[in-house]
C-alpha cells in the first residue's frame, strides 16, 4: 500500500518559462486546499542537493500569477547527474520528511525526475514547463503561449523598419530541436519564409521563395528562422549567402534570444499553469507517480515521463500548410 501523502515538495528546473509561478502558487494552494503542507525547494536540483528549502502556504505565493520567471529559481547540477548527488537529495527529502515531489520543467529535469523516482521509489509528478513546447504527451507546454505573443510583438514591430528601408530580416527564434514557436509565430506575425528544424528548405530554394516573393511586389520580407534550423551553420551564414545571391536588398538579423523567456504570462499559460498545479495533487493523492501531467485535446492525462522524453517532436503539418498557402 502506498504512504499517504502529507507533505509536498515543488521546484523548477531547466531553463524558466512565463506561467512557472502560476504553476507553484497552484501546486502550493492545492496543498492547503487537501491539508497537506508543501515545501519550496530553490535552485531546482542544486537546491534539493543542498537542502535548500523553504515552507509555502496559501499566502505565501500571493501576487505570484502575473509574474515571469519562477521565484524558486532554477540552477544546472552537474553533482545531480550523479548517484552520489540523488542519494544527497533523497537524504534532504526524507530528513525534511516530504513524501512526495512536483517538478516544473523540461526534459532535462524530467529525466532527473527519473533516475530518482528509480533509484529511491520516490513519488513524482512533472510539470511540462518550457518555452519550446517540445515535450510529448501534452498539447502545449507552460510559456510556450507567452513566448509567442513575445515572438509576434517584436516581429510587428521589426516589419515596420523592413517595410521602410526595402530589406530583409532574418528573426532567430528559440527552438533548438523544436520549430514550434517559429512556425506558429512565423504564421502569426505574417512571415514570408519560416525556417525550422524539422525542414531542410535548403539555401537554394529559400532564395528562390525571396526571389518570387520580390516578383510578386513585395517590397521587403521576414524570415522567422529556429536556432535549430539546418539552412546554414547560423543565422548570420544564412543572411550573407542571401545577400550575396539577391540583388535589391538589404539583409538584417535580429537575434531575439532570452527576451522571449521573460515578460508576465499570458492569461492562457496563467489558466494551463494553474490547472496542471492542481491536477498535480490530484494525481499524487490517486498514488500516481513518475509521470507527466499534461493536456491532451484540453483533457488533463498523465504520462510516464519515459514516454515526455522519447521519439522526435511532431510538427503539425497542417500548419506548415498554412504557412505556405497565406505567404504567397
Same mark, same amino acid.
Given at each position: 500500500?502506498?504512504?499517504?501523502?502529507?507533505?509536498?515538495?515543488?521546484?523548477?528546473?531547466?531553463?524558466?518559462?512565463?506561467?512557472?509561478?502560476?504553476?507553484?502558487?497552484? @501546486?502550493?494552494?492545492?496543498? *492547503?486546499?487537501?491539508?497537506?503542507?508543501?515545501? !519550496? %525547494?530553490?535552485? /531546482?536540483? $542544486?537546491?534539493?542537493?543542498?537542502?535548500?528549502?523553504?515552507?509555502?502556504?496559501?499566502?505565501?505565493?500571493?501576487?505570484?500569477?502575473?509574474?515571469?520567471?519562477?521565484?524558486?529559481?532554477?540552477?544546472?547540477?552537474?553533482?545531480?547527474?550523479?548517484?552520489?548527488?540523488?542519494?544527497?537529495?533523497?537524504?534532504?527529502?526524507?530528513?525534511?520528511?516530504?513524501?512526495?515531489?512536483?517538478?516544473?520543467?523540461?526534459?532535462?529535469?524530467?529525466?532527473?525526475?527519473?533516475?530518482?523516482?528509480?533509484?529511491?521509489?520516490?513519488?513524482?509528478?512533472?510539470?511540462?514547463?518550457?518555452?519550446?513546447?517540445?515535450?510529448?504527451?501534452?498539447?502545449?507546454?507552460?510559456?510556450?503561449?507567452?513566448?509567442?505573443?513575445?515572438?509576434?510583438?517584436?516581429?510587428?514591430?521589426?516589419?515596420?523598419?523592413?517595410?521602410?528601408?526595402?530589406?530583409?530580416?532574418?528573426?532567430? @527564434?528559440?527552438?533548438?530541436? *523544436?520549430?514550434?514557436?517559429?512556425?506558429?509565430? !512565423? %504564421?502569426?506575425? /505574417?512571415? $514570408?519564409?519560416?525556417?525550422?528544424?524539422?525542414?531542410?528548405?535548403?539555401?537554394?530554394?529559400?532564395?528562390?521563395?525571396?526571389?518570387?516573393?520580390?516578383?510578386?511586389?513585395?517590397?521587403?520580407?521576414?524570415?522567422?528562422?529556429?536556432?535549430?534550423?539546418?539552412?546554414?551553420?547560423?543565422?548570420?551564414?544564412?543572411?550573407?549567402?542571401?545577400?550575396?545571391?539577391?540583388?535589391?536588398?538589404?539583409?538584417?538579423?535580429?537575434?531575439?534570444?532570452?527576451?522571449?523567456?521573460?515578460?508576465?504570462?499570458?492569461?492562457?499559460?496563467?489558466?494551463?499553469?494553474?490547472?496542471?498545479?492542481?491536477?498535480?495533487?490530484?494525481?499524487?493523492?490517486?498514488?500516481?507517480?513518475?509521470?507527466?501531467?499534461?493536456?491532451?485535446?484540453?483533457?488533463?492525462?498523465?504520462?510516464?515521463?519515459?514516454?515526455?522524453?522519447?521519439?522526435?517532436?511532431?510538427?503539425?503539418?497542417?500548419?506548415?500548410?498554412?504557412?505556405?498557402?497565406?505567404?504567397?
Amino acid at each position: 500500500m502506498a504512504k499517504a501523502i502529507k507533505k509536498v515538495g515543488v521546484l523548477t528546473s531547466g531553463g524558466d518559462s512565463p506561467g512557472m509561478n502560476a504553476a507553484i502558487r497552484a @501546486v502550493v494552494r492545492s496543498c *492547503a486546499y487537501h491539508n497537506l503542507e508543501c515545501v !519550496g %525547494i530553490y535552485r /531546482g536540483y $542544486e537546491g534539493l542537493i543542498e537542502g535548500d528549502f523553504v515552507s509555502l502556504n496559501a499566502r505565501s505565493v500571493k501576487n505570484l500569477i502575473n509574474r515571469g520567471g519562477t521565484f524558486l529559481k532554477s540552477a544546472r547540477s552537474p553533482e545531480f547527474r550523479t548517484k552520489e548527488g540523488r542519494k544527497l537529495a533523497i537524504d534532504h527529502l526524507k530528513k525534511a520528511k516530504i513524501d512526495a515531489l512536483v517538478v516544473i520543467g523540461g526534459d532535462g529535469t524530467f529525466r532527473g525526475a527519473i533516475a530518482l523516482g528509480e533509484e529511491f521509489n520516490f513519488p513524482i509528478i512533472g510539470l511540462p514547463g518550457t518555452i519550446d513546447n517540445d515535450i510529448n504527451g501534452t498539447d502545449f507546454t507552460i510559456g510556450y503561449d507567452t513566448a509567442l505573443n513575445t515572438v509576434v510583438e517584436a516581429i510587428d514591430k521589426i516589419r515596420d523598419t523592413a517595410h521602410s528601408h526595402n530589406r530583409i530580416f532574418l528573426v532567430e @527564434v528559440m527552438g533548438r530541436d *523544436a520549430g514550434d514557436i517559429a512556425l506558429s509565430a !512565423g %504564421i502569426g506575425s /505574417g512571415a $514570408e519564409v519560416i525556417l525550422i528544424p524539422e525542414q531542410n528548405m535548403g539555401r537554394d530554394r529559400l532564395v528562390a521563395s525571396l526571389k518570387r516573393n520580390k516578383k510578386s511586389g513585395k517590397t521587403s520580407s521576414i524570415v522567422v528562422v529556429s536556432e535549430g534550423d539546418k539552412v546554414g551553420k547560423n543565422i548570420f551564414e544564412v543572411a550573407e549567402y542571401i545577400e550575396n545571391n539577391l540583388d535589391g536588398y538589404e539583409v538584417r538579423v535580429t537575434v531575439l534570444g532570452h527576451v522571449q523567456r521573460g515578460g508576465s504570462p499570458s492569461c492562457r499559460d496563467r489558466v494551463f499553469a494553474s490547472r496542471l498545479g492542481v491536477s498535480a495533487i490530484d494525481a499524487l493523492l490517486k498514488g500516481e507517480s513518475n509521470v507527466m501531467v499534461g493536456i491532451k485535446d484540453n483533457k488533463v492525462v498523465s504520462v510516464p515521463f519515459i514516454e515526455t522524453i522519447e521519439g522526435e517532436n511532431e510538427i503539425d503539418t497542417e500548419l506548415i500548410r498554412v504557412a505556405d498557402i497565406t505567404s504567397i
